[in-house]
C-alpha cells in the first residue's frame, strides 16, 4: 500500500509529459509556375473549384442499441456541406477554400475536412490546410461524434491525414501548373 500511495505522489507531482497536441496546420512545398500572382490565384480558384469537395458526409452508430440488443438500428448523422470557396482574392493572390476528403486507413471509412489557402507569388505558390478535423464514418458500438480535432500521438491517425491533405496538395498543385487549354475545342 504504501508502495501505491509513493507511486501515485510521483506521478502526480512529475511535469506533464504528454500534453495534448493537435495538428493544425499541413504546408506544401513552394511550387514553382509561370505568371504573375493574379494568374496564378485564377487558376487555383478554377482548380479549387474543380479539384476540392465540400460535400455532406454521413457517419453513424449504434452506441444506444449495446452490444448486446437482439436488433440494429443504424443511427446515421450528417455533416452538412459547405460552399468550397470562401474567399477569393485577386490581387492579393489568395484563395480560401474548404475541402473535404474521403478515404480508408486501416481498413475503416473516414473522412478529413481543412481549410485549405492558396497563396500565390511571383512565378511560384503554395498550398496551407488548416482547421483540420477528421471523422470515422461508422463506429460500430462506440458514440460517433462526428469531426474531431486530429490528435498527433501515436494511434491517432494523424500521418494518414497528413498524407491525405498532401495528396489534396499535390492535386492542386498539378492542376495550377499544369492548366487545360483554355481555348474551346473546335465542335
Known sequence: MR???AALLILSSAPESHAREYLEEVESEVFKTAGTPQEITKRARSC???ILEADEVAYSDNASQGVFATRSQ???TKASGTSVLVDVDIEGGKVIANSRRAFTAKMLKKNVKSRVAILARDQRFKIRHTKIEHLQESSGYMKNSGYTKVGKWWGSGHKDVTKQLNIVSAELADCIQNP??????DW
Open 180 to 185: 487545360k487549354s483554355e481555348q474551346d475545342d
Open 3 to 5: 508502495l501505491l500511495i
Open 48 to 50: 479549387a473549384l474543380e
Open 74 to 76: 443504424d443511427l446515421s
